[in-house]
């Protein structure tokens, strides 16, 4: 009956209706999945129940790429905005859904489109290359987008006499300059989870776990990843800690991969690193938006539904499709 089906309400940004306490959620999720020929697409910083149910998990090239190669028909998004939004460009007739829309993020946020198209504009001899972290309208902009997994590839592989404009995020940036040896425009972005890791509390948790090495997001500031013994996406720290012969690592960045790492090697240790903050938690608000209530939800009603403007992501499909070109054959 219509009347029971509650009507997205925009400034909520979620489908708001009670849901039946004695239902299975997972079996009524893998039940829709299947009904609707859906996938569903998580990051590695959902919450442990949303990454237990997902058809793939990975990082924000993996999550890229198979969004780029889906034949289903629609595609639920258990992540943030801006990594639905990459999903709808390279899927503009498939349903994309996310299942809370307010689920943004600190770097997108501090880059809105028309600040960068100003910016660009006093660099205007610059190749812009975005960090997958932003809007449709920054990508827009972009000549290349990157993910933390094949940056160093793609501003490696740009020739060294081009100049570079490199947005959001500064400690990527400053560390890919450290890495590639070229000197970057940077914007200064910075996410609001990698931020808040304290040097000075790392250095005391190494102190007491001698054993561990460290393993640091580039998104952290550089007085974390210079006592990093490895530095890259969250796919490349669980590869790593897989790897090693190493029993215990420490681990900065959003602490929902350590569910994933637990589970790879139950054997090891894993210690979240510590925030400055009194709070000992290292959880992204925005990642942390999406429940699994919410993804029942979102299924059932198929929304939130991510939009754009088609002339918006034909200019924003255009430096995704050159990131995948570029880094076709580069692990995540
Ligand atoms: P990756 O999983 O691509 O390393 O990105 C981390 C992140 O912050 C996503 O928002
Ligand atoms: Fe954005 Fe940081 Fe959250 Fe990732 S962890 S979504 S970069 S705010």
Not at 98 to 120: I, R, T, V, W
Not at 207 to 231: G, K, S
Not at 269 to 280: D, K, L, Q
């Amino acid at each position: 009956m219509m009347a029971d089906i509650p009507v997205l309400d925009e400034t909520v940004g979620f489908i708001d209706a009670p849901v039946d306490p004695l239902l299975n959620l997972f079996e009524e999720i893998e039940r829709m999945k299947r009904e609707k020929n859906a996938v569903l697409l998580a990051h590695y910083y959902q919450e442990p129940d949303i990454q237990d149910i997902a058809d793939y998990i990975g990082d924000s090239l993996g999550l890229a790429r198979q969004a780029a190669a889906t034949d289903a028909d629609l595609i639920v998004f258990a992540g943030v905005h801006f990594m639905a939004e990459t999903a709808k460009i390279l899927n503009p007739e498939r349903k994309v859904l996310l299942p809370d829309l307010n689920a943004g993020c600190s770097l997108a946020d501090s880059c809105p489109a028309p600040e960068l198209a100003a910016f660009k504009e006093r660099h205007p001899d610059h190749l812009v290359v975005s960090y997958i972290n932003c809007t449709v309208g920054v990508k827009a902009l972009s000549d290349i987008i990157c993910t933390s997994s094949n940056a160093a590839h793609i501003v490696s592989s740009i020739p060294k006499e081009k100049p570079i404009l490199f947005a959001p995020d500064r400690n990527l940036g400053r560390h890919l300059a450290n890495e590639t040896g070229r000197d970057m425009v940077l914007w200064e972005g910075t996410c609001i989870v990698h931020e808040t890791f304290s040097e000075r509390k790392l250095l005391r948790l190494k102190a007491r776990h001698p054993e561990a090495l460290v393993l640091a997001h580039p998104e952290c500031e550089e007085a974390v990843l210079r006592h990093a013994d490895h530095i890259g996406s969250t796919t490349s720290m669980l590869r790593f800690a897989r790897e090693s012969a190493r029993p215990a690592f420490i681990v900065a960045t959003e602490e929902g991969i350590l569910h994933q790492m637990r589970k790879d090697c139950p054997d090891k240790t894993f210690v979240p690193a510590p925030p400055e903050s009194g709070c000992s938690c290292s959880r992204c608000p925005h990642m942390r938006l999406n429940t699994i209530e919410k993804l029942y939800l979102c299924l059932r009603f198929e929304e939130p539904e991510i939009h754009m403007e088609e002339t918006l992501r034909r200019a924003a499909l255009r430096p995704i499709e050159r990131m995948l070109e570029m880094s076709e054959g580069v692990g995540t």
